[in-house]
């Protein structure tokens, strides 16, 4: 009995860990089913057409990140339609054309960094800490400790936006 309810907890963890992995594309999957009738989430032609009315962003409320996702997903919207209408998940339909694409899963939101404390800072990987230093546009020449880069991240805190 212990055993399955490990089993559980590990495939649970492993399901978070994934969606966190493909979480833009997730985002836009789970925005493009929103904007669609049950029905019509089942046709083709028209989750293609879901899909293209999404990315021409009419609205202008998408994302850098989210325009990625589109741009990466133009080329391909059949074989993404194709699971899609399926009714499989938005993370499996992510995972599945990152087989095709393996950049999708690539793409993630930028790490937020207001009204963090250092004890939050230093929960973050040190790789985590150099993305956020590279989209601020600083280099930590020298850094090698991971307090280092915690130092510097605090330093520039005024050229996050």
Same mark, same amino acid.
Do not use: H, T, Y
């Given at each position: 009995m212990k055993f399955v309810a490990f089993l559980l907890a590990l495939l649970?963890?492993?399901n978070v860990v994934s969606a966190q992995e493909c979480e833009v594309c997730v985002k836009v999957m789970d925005d493009i089913r929103g904007m669609m009738t049950k029905e019509d989430s089942k046709n083709?032609? #028209?989750?293609? $057409?879901?899909?293209?009315d999404y990315c021409a962003n009419n609205d202008g409320k998408l994302s850098a990140k989210e325009k990625k996702i589109c741009y990466y997903i133009?080329?391909?919207?059949?074989?993404?339609?194709?699971?899609?209408?399926?009714?499989?998940?938005?993370? #499996?339909?992510? $995972?599945?054309?990152?087989?095709?694409n393996p950049e999708i899963c690539t793409v993630k939101f930028p790490i937020k960094t207001e009204k963090l404390e250092k004890q939050d800072l230093s929960k973050l990987r040190v790789k985590q800490l150099k993305a956020i230093l590279s989209e601020r546009g600083v280099e930590c020449k020298g850094c090698v400790e991971k307090e280092e880069f915690i130092k510097k991240v605090q330093d520039t805190e005024h050229l996050a936006g």
């Open positions: 649970s963890f492993v083709k032609p #028209k989750i293609e $057409q879901a899909m293209g133009d080329p391909i919207k059949r074989d993404v339609a194709q699971p899609f209408s399926l009714g499989m998940s938005s993370l #499996k339909v992510c $995972q599945r054309i990152n087989k095709s």
